[in-house]
């Protein structure tokens, strides 16, 4: 490998990362590159080794085993404050006891940049995120999304290869977060920055990111694009951690093809595609996304190849575009999340109506299951 | 039922009440124990003995201690010790109090905090006469250094000024630990983590985050362990013994061996005054107000 970086050399490179915690393992021999100028989400629930993982890199935490190389360069023995990474924390960590434009400023005055440049430079930096002029205020006369700004663009000064960003998200109020989530993917394209993010929230992780991984008891469950995650999961963690899902556990009868027909406990049968090997009388899990069901009033107006189904409207909610109808199967009682179709078509549903519903296999999938249902 | 109309009023008047009952003990205590006997010893201090049972106003008592040059000399040289004496202590304290907040976790931190308290149970005249039998000549101490060879002799280890100063660090350091503890415990981790992470050293961190965090804190802390100090008379006379020469025995020696209160009184002021003139310019130094120091530790 030559020295310097070239265009193709990731800018993140984790090879067989590990760390244990007093027997209990947090990251397990971790392996993944991440592109130069690339939005990086690692998504997961609280204690899945995320923070970890990122705190590893930034170098707050010594690894046990396996190599960062960080632009090209190994950071084995590499202090945090040494290392082509800045970190927007949790709390954003901004100093309250300097003035905004001294927070943007501090990292410059560390490398002995002189008192009027790191001014200046702060200054066109605090621009650059929308908050010319306010180097003299203090931190606390600033709103959540100001501050977040001021924490990104204290980062982002010292023109690191990797931003690291821990959930800076998770402590703004939901219309906030919404704006900065749109904000954020601005920011990033504007600056080309490499971007490494970890989040418990999905839907962040989905509209950010180029790339995502999903992690799960310390390791990837599933690393690709949002898309790749939504329509392909490639593990039932992921199926059921990324987007709405309707959840069908029960065992696998016969196959045709791809195809998988599944009995639950209660004898309701369902068809999904399969996804890794399965045998008959496999215990299985399937998942079926909400929208990938279609509601009928008359049975006849649903596609004849797909097997159909009763149910009563056990409640509706209602939100905008995203609304949905809980049904209770007919002969199971099996609660079933069905999208409503934005066309506005069942806006007159109500509760206690039964109505016909399918869903097309090839949109369902189904993968072998551990456990029994639970949760 | 009392009407609403006429309740409030009662009621701002019943809350005048209680206040001034619920402070009456602590104004009570004020005024006799400490505004009372200064107003005496003001009237005291300004007055100069003529003749048997005859006095008269004068400035004589303030005009002896310029013009005898022991009196002031002791004066500054106390004011310089317990000055160097706050430092250390300030020195000792800090590093103690961060392992108590940042190092160490639960029950460890709350351990440590203990030990700090330990020696307080013991008076401390027990706690002077102990340091007395570790450094006289023929104590632990010099025993133990003749034993390891690095003194042929016994030396005399008390009655130097460095032996004040470690008594004096030694029983102020719970003043200084317990409010650097409470302003570092309010400092964010993440705070130090962010500094770090800009590309700060250690040294970096400690000058721009932590100490201007701590800055109340540790003003408060200075400012109880320089008037403690300064009117400590057991240690340095423990310790010190004749050449303690600390401001306080001089006092001492004026109300008590000599008799002459007069004389004593102007010295307890002129001490007052030096302790304010200090804490003042140590907090214009430091740019704090003694308000907001009082409050935040």
């Known amino acids: 490998m030559s020295a310097a970086p070239s265009v193709s050399t990731p800018d993140l490179s984790v090879q067989d990362l590990r760390k244990e915690f007093a027997g209990h393992v947090a990251v397990h021999n971790l392996s993944f590159a991440v592109q130069r100028g690339s939005f990086f989400s690692i998504l ?107 924490a990104i663009a204290r980062s982002l000064v010292l023109e690191p290869t990797l931003l690291l960003l821990d959930e800076p998200l998770g402590a703004l109020d939901l219309k906030l977060r919404e704006h900065m989530k749109i904000e954020l993917k601005q920011l990033q394209a504007s600056f080309g920055t490499t971007f490494v993010y970890i989040t418990h929230d999905q839907s962040e992780a989905l509209v950010l990111s180029d ?19 939504y329509y392909e999961p490639a593990t039932a963690f992921v ?72 149910g009563s409207v056990q409640s509706l ?12 199967e007919d002969l199971t009682h099996f609660e079933f999340r069905v999208a409503l179709p934005q066309t506005g078509r069942f806006a007159d549903l109500k509760v206690g109506e039964r109505i016909y519903f399918s869903f097309d296999p090839r949109r369902a999938i189904c993968f072998p299951s551990h456990g029994g249902p639970h949760g | 039922m ?30 006799a124990l400490i505004v009372l006997p200064h107003v005496q ?80 149970w013991v008076s401390e005249t027990v706690r002077a006469l102990g340091w007395l039998i570790l450094l006289r000549e023929s104590g632990v101490l010099p025993a133990l250094l003749v034993k390891l060879g690095l003194t042929a002799v016994p030396v005399e280890l008390l009655y130097h000024d460095a032996t004040i100063l470690t008594g004096l660090v030694y029983t102020s350091l719970l003043f200084m630990v317990v409010p650097l503890v409470s302003s570092l415990e309010s400092l964010d981790n993440s705070l130090i983590e962010a500094a770090y992470d800009l590309g700060a050293s250690g040294f970096a961190t400690l000058k721009n985050i932590v100490i201007p965090h701590a ?12 008037m403690l100090t300064l009117g400590n008379y057991l240690t340095p006379n423990l310790l010190g013994g004749k050449n303690s020469q600390w401001f306080t025995e001089l006092i001492y020696t004026q109300f008590i061996v000599r008799f002459n209160w007069e004389q004593g009184a102007a010295f307890g002021f002129l001490l007052l005054g030096l302790s304010t003139a200090i804490v003042a310019v140590g907090l214009r130094l430091s740019g704090q107000r003694f308000v907001d120091v009082m409050r935040r530790s």
Request: aromatic fraction near 8%; charge should be positive.
């Open chain 1, 44 to 150: 997961g629930p609280s204690g899945c080794g995320k923070t970890t993982l990122l705190r590893m890199i930034a170098g707050f935490i010594e690894p046990d085993s396996g190599e960062i190389v960080i632009g090209g360069r190994s950071m084995r023995a590499v202090a945090p404050n040494r290392r082509p990474v800045n970190m927007v924390f949790q709390q954003l960590a901004l100093f309250p006891m300097m003035s905004v434009g001294e927070n943007v400023a501090f990292g410059l005055a560390r490398r002995g940049v002189g008192k009027l440049e790191r001014t200046r430079r702060a200054d066109a930096m605090l621009e650059r995120v929308g908050l010319a002029g306010a180097g003299l205020k203090r931190v606390d006369q600033l709103s959540g999304g100001q501050r977040q700004r001021v």
């Open chain 2, 41 to 120: 010893l003001a009237l005291l201090s300004l007055r100069e003995r003529v003749a048997p049972h005859v006095y008269q106003p004068s400035l004589a008592q303030f005009h002896t201690f310029f013009a005898e040059p022991l009196y002031w000399q002791v004066f500054v040289r106390t004011a310089l010790l317990s000055i160097v004496a706050t430092a250390l202590t300030l020195l000792v304290a800090f590093p103690i109090a961060w392992v108590i907040t940042k190092v160490a976790r639960g029950r460890a931190s709350a351990l440590l905090f203990v030990v700090c308290l330990i020696p307080f």
């Open chain 2, 215 to 226: 800055a109340p804190g540790i003003t408060a802390g200075c400012i109880v362990v320089f």
């Open chain 1, 239 to 310: 199926a059921g951690f990324v987007g709405a899902n309707n959840r069908i556990f029960g065992q696998l009868k016969s196959s045709d093809g791809d195809i998988a027909e599944i009995e639950t406990s209660d004898g309701w049968t369902v068809r999904a595609k399969k996804s890794g090997p399965i045998a008959a009388g496999d215990h299985v899990e399937a998942f079926v996304r909400p929208e990938a069901a279609i509601l009928e009033r008359d049975a006849s107006q649903l596609p004849a190849n797909q097997a159909h189904y009763v």
């Open chain 1, 317 to 328: 909610l209602f939100d905008g575009a995203n609304s949905a109808v809980l049904l209770h």
């Open chain 1, 211 to 229: 790339h995502v991984a999903v992690m799960n008891h310390g390791r990837f469950e599933q690393l690709g694009t949002p898309q790749q995650l």
């Open chain 2, 2 to 31: 009392v009407d609403i109309g006429d309740a409030t009023p009662v009621r701002a008047w019943q809350r005048r009440l209680i206040l001034i009952l619920l402070l009456a003990p602590a104004l009570l205590w004020l005024f």
